[in-house]
Nanobody, 122 residues
Framework: VQLQASGGGLVQAGNSLRLSCAASGLTFSSYYMGWFRQAPGKEREFVSGISWSGVITKYADSVKGRFTISRDNTKNTVTLQMNSLKPEDTAVYYC????????????????WGQGTLVTVSS
């Protein structure tokens, strides 16, 4: 199984970025997908998750209204559209897959991508 995250970069506060995660080696449509992030010196935290069908989504309070998660089961990809970025959004962003549920507990996720760095300058 491979999850390849991309789309990170350096942006100014208030701008947008779009992260993508390409999955291979698994039956993608059978997995809930999530995005987590880890800032320097902090624990990895849940950002957003999406059900296998895309109907159910969840967001951390800190990103609600600014970030949007979506998926394309025909292309085995999950996307995180990040708008109105803030310096506190700076972190390495990871995509992850689980058969269990859309949870905010990283222990529920089986497969992880390598991460993509997002840096938001003030």
């Amino acid at each position: 199984v491979q999850l390849q995250a991309s789309g990170g970069g350096l942006v100014q506060a208030g701008n947008s970025l779009r992260l993508s995660c390409a999955a291979s080696g698994l039956t993608f449509s059978s997995y809930y997908m999530g995005w987590f992030r880890q800032a320097p010196g902090k624990e990895r935290e849940f950002v957003s998750g999406i059900s296998w069908s895309g109907v159910i989504t969840k967001y951390a309070d800190s990103v609600k209204g600014r970030f949007t998660i979506s998926r394309d089961n025909t292309k085995n990809t999950v996307t995180l559209q990040m708008n109105s970025l803030k310096p506190e959004d700076t972190a390495v962003y990871y995509c992850a897959a689980t058969r269990l549920q859309i949870g905010n507990d990283k222990r529920d996720y089986t497969y992880w991508g390598q991460g993509t760095l997002v840096t938001v300058s003030s």
